[in-house]
């Protein structure tokens, strides 16, 4: 019996190395080569160049109706919502915001023929009075649809904020 473990054991070692290591760990991560992760960076960009020139809508035209906003502070919010809080975010004349990805932190992960799911960091930095200082850092993950080649966030989670 005791010889029989022993073998069971040196099958399952001989099986575990007979595959290539990148075989064994394949990481669904989508390279940075891959015309998916050019494509959500190029949105990721196009939608916060937007934000940055608070162009309300421009910036809400990457975002689906049925938007699922999560948030660590505030909860769960909708379109609607977040329309409202943006318009005023983005017409308050004595405050003014910047989002900057931070560089390198940006993974992409294929959902199917579904879309994508981005994860990140941002800084958001406010202007008061003319000068400008970081306001907040936090994590993201998006989930983002292609409807008919039309790629619009549906879930947005942003978390972790100091």
Known sequence: ???LFICAGLIVLIAA????ASARQ???IVQKTDPLYQ?????????FSAYNKRDLNGF???????LEFY???SGLTDYTHNLAAFKKNFTDPFHSSRRKLVKGSLEVYRLGDF?????????FYGTINGKEELE????FTEIWENKDGTWRVKREMSYDHI
């Open 1 to 3: 019996m005791k010889s």
């Open 17 to 20: 190395f007979a595959f290539p």
């Open 26 to 28: 394949q990481s669904s």
């Open 39 to 47: 494509k959500v960076a190029e949105l990721d960009s196009a939608m």
């Open 60 to 66: 809400m035209s990457f975002f689906s109706p049925d």
């Open 71 to 73: 948030d660590d502070r």
């Open 115 to 123: 879309g994508a799911l981005a994860i990140g960091v941002h800084k």
């Open 136 to 139: 907040a850092t936090a994590k």
